[in-house]
């Protein structure tokens, strides 16, 4: 059964945040990474993986966050991860973080499959077996706290 999207949860720790006790704005690009890493996991992959003797992998095209309200020191974050955009050799994630009903950030990471190991990363196309796996999310709908105010 494809896979479109995947929630998952993370506590803030004392190295997520800075000296104000609020997480630092680059844990949010982690926390997507380790967020991506769980869905292609999911999807019976990994983001570095051998297919037909070749290793695949997915560096970045583009990384970005919009933060919302802080989040700080032992609050635990839930984290909705989706599919936004699914090309022939690329895709791309859409994040949500919230904290209770609060909006906390909203990220997007999109990615190349490519072909790793013999010099420069070249793209190739997302092989079969992980694109049918892989589905775009169809309806994402408003998400909790959409509300900033």
């Known amino acids: 059964m494809p896979i479109s999207e995947l929630h998952t949860r993370r506590k803030v720790e004392f ?3 800075d000296m104000g006790g609020i997480v630092h704005f680059s844990r949010f690009f982690v926390y997507m990474e380790s967020a991506e ?3 292609l996991n999911a999807a019976g992959t990994a983001v570095h993986f051998e ?3 070749k290793l695949l992998g997915w560096p970045r095209r583009s990384a970005s966050c919009d933060y919302r309200s802080p989040a700080r020191l ?3 974050l839930d984290i909705h991860v989706r599919v936004a955009r699914k090309g022939a050799s690329s895709m791309t994630y859409a994040f949500t973080f919230t904290c209770g ?3 906390v950030a909203r990220g997007e990471l999109a990615s190349v499959c490519c072909v ?3 010099g420069r ?3 190739v196309p997302i092989p079969a077996f992980l694109a049918v796996q892989l589905a775009e999310h169809a309806d994402p709908g408003e998400e909790a706290g959409d509300d900033p105010r």
Request: hydrophobic share 25%.
């Open 37 to 39: 890493h769980e869905l």
């Open 51 to 53: 297919h037909e003797g």
């Open 15 to 17: 190295a997520d945040t």
């Open 116 to 118: 790793l190991g013999d």
């Open 101 to 103: 009903e609060r909006l």
């Open 74 to 76: 032992d609050d635990v």
């Open 121 to 123: 990363p070249r793209p």
